[in-house]
């Protein structure tokens, strides 16, 4: 009996270490942050995008963190600098993402620019990489017999390429489209910033 009320008391300040390093202490680090010179706010589009981003579960394949050099070879592999906490205050809810099944796609617009490639590869992955492990989003795409005046009509290799009619992108696809070429955090970010694993020393090159 007599030994619970000790285990008690360090249960509680187990509870409470836990507490001031994962809750109080990145508030203090993170208080009155403000966007990070270079980030733009989202359009409506984009942000009607990210919705379908998020509603799709893109983030269970694909993380938004590149992380820095003595971490992983993000850089190398071509996912940009290591991700600072004040690219994400237009973020809600973020989509940091823990899985990497797929690139990493913080910086994918300036990666891959091209409208109608997003197009090809959320239609059918396997359209540009026959290896992919992607699935496809059919859904998000209508078939026409023709194409009316305004429709966005998607380039696909013959074998994806319907018997008869196109392949015409819906608005949720055009969307989601314009979310991921926004997404683009290539700009420089000031020495003092604080950096996604909450470690920042100035004048550090990222
Ligand atoms: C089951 C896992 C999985 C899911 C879910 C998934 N992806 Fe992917 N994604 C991948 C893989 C694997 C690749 C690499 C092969 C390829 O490009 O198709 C990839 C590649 C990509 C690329 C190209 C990135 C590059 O740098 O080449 C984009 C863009 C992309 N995915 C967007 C999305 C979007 C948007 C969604 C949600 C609608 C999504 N993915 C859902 C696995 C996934």
Same mark, same amino acid.
């Given at each position: 009996?007599?030994?619970?009320?000790p285990?008690?008391?360090?249960a509680?300040?187990?509870?409470?270490?836990?507490?001031?390093?994962?809750?109080?202490?990145?508030a203090?680090?993170?208080?009155?942050m403000?966007? =990070?010179?270079?980030? $733009?706010?989202? =359009?409506?589009?984009?942000?009607?995008?990210?919705?379908?981003?998020?509603?799709?579960?893109?983030?269970?394949?694909?993380?938004?963190?590149?992380?820095?050099?003595?971490?992983?070879?993000?850089?190398?592999?071509?996912?940009?600098r290591?991700s600072?906490?004040s690219?994400?205050?237009?973020?809600?809810?973020?989509?940091?993402?823990t899985?990497?099944?797929?690139?990493?796609?913080?910086n994918?617009g300036?990666?891959l620019?091209?409208?109608?490639?997003?197009?090809?590869?959320?239609?059918?992955?396997?359209?540009?990489?026959?290896?992919?492990?992607?699935?496809?989003?059919?859904?998000?795409?209508?078939l $026409?017999?023709?194409?009316?005046?305004?429709?966005v009509?998607?380039?696909?290799?013959?074998? !994806?390429?319907?018997?008869?009619?196109?392949v015409?992108?819906?608005?949720?696809?055009?969307?989601?489209?314009? !979310?991921?070429?926004?997404?683009?955090?290539?700009?420089?970010?000031?020495? =003092?910033?604080?950096?996604?694993?909450g470690?920042?020393e100035?004048?550090?090159?990222?």
């Amino acid at each position: 009996m007599n030994r619970l009320v000790p285990l008690g008391i360090l249960a509680l300040a187990i509870l409470a270490f836990a507490t001031l390093m994962l809750v109080i202490a990145p508030a203090v680090q993170i208080r009155g942050m403000t966007a =990070t010179p270079g980030l $733009k706010p989202y =359009t409506e589009q984009q942000m009607r995008g990210r919705a379908q981003y998020v509603s799709q579960g893109c983030v269970y394949c694909h993380s938004q963190q590149p992380r820095s050099v003595d971490q992983a070879p993000d850089a190398e592999r071509g996912w940009g600098r290591a991700s600072v906490a004040s690219d994400y205050v237009n973020d809600r809810p973020h989509q940091l993402g823990t899985m990497r099944t797929g690139p990493d796609l913080f910086n994918v617009g300036a990666r891959l620019p091209s409208r109608d490639w997003h197009l090809t590869h959320l239609y059918q992955p396997r359209a540009i990489f026959d290896w992919s492990i992607m699935p496809g989003y059919p859904y998000l795409f209508e078939l $026409k017999a023709r194409a009316a005046p305004g429709d966005v009509v998607i380039s696909l290799p013959s074998q !994806y390429r319907p018997d008869t009619g196109v392949v015409v992108a819906r608005p949720e696809a055009l969307d989601l489209v314009a !979310y991921l070429q926004g997404l683009d955090h290539s700009y420089p970010v000031p020495p =003092t910033a604080v950096r996604d694993d909450g470690y920042s020393e100035p004048g550090e090159p990222r």
